[in-house]
């Protein structure tokens, strides 16, 4: 049985743990960032990366293929900033979300403002960080990333994606999106 290679972001790890209790001709090898596995996979040096982010056109190439393995929502921001997780419950947020979703996912966020539309909520600007889908965010838009205490990631505005190499057993893709999104 062939063995294969897969990178993953710290903030992945607990998704990545159901693959390994369920997987075992992938070898799991942790990283610091997912431009760091993103690198690695462009180079070849491994297999298939789950990351917590939408990566960027030029952290592709033509042979790297995305799945997205679960749904979820982040903060857009005018450019990539941190923000201590504690300081998000005061936080100034807009967003087209439905109020519901909002409340149900996010009722630490104290200070949102609703808009109508996604439209009207973007040309508003992104001085002010909006929560949005991650089936919305665009190439040029910076992401405001959560930190802990200690200066970490947190999964918090985090969906896992699995980026691979093209020509990666479609079983094996099959496997590893069932258990993720079985999660």
Excluded at 31 to 53: F, H, N, P, T
Excluded at 94 to 119: D, P, Q, R, S
Aim: proline content about 3%; charged content about 30%; overall charge positive.
């Amino acid at each position: 049985m062939k063995k294969y290679i897969l990178s993953y972001c710290p903030t992945m790890r607990p998704y990545v743990e159901k693959l390994m209790k369920k997987i075992d001709n992938i070898e799991y090898i942790p990283s610091q960032s997912a431009a760091g596995v993103l690198s690695m996979l462009r180079s070849k040096k491994i297999d298939m990366i789950i990351i917590g982010r939408k990566a960027y056109k030029h952290e592709l190439t033509d042979n790297i293929s995305e799945k997205r393995l679960l749904n979820g929502y982040t903060l857009a921001y005018s450019s990539k900033s941190f923000i201590r997780q504690s300081e998000l419950f005061d936080l100034k947020i807009k967003t087209y979300l439905a109020k519901e979703i909002v409340e149900t996912k996010f009722g630490f966020l104290k200070n949102v403002k609703f808009y109508n539309t996604k439209k009207e909520c973007f040309d508003s600007g992104l001085d002010t960080p909006i929560l949005l889908d991650w089936l919305d965010f665009e190439e040029n838009y910076g992401l405001l990333i959560p930190i802990d205490d200690m200066n970490r990631k947190t999964s918090i505005f985090r969906a896992p994606v699995l980026y691979y190499l093209n020509d990666l057993d479609s079983s094996l893709l099959e496997n590893i999106n069932r258990i993720i999104s079985n999660s």
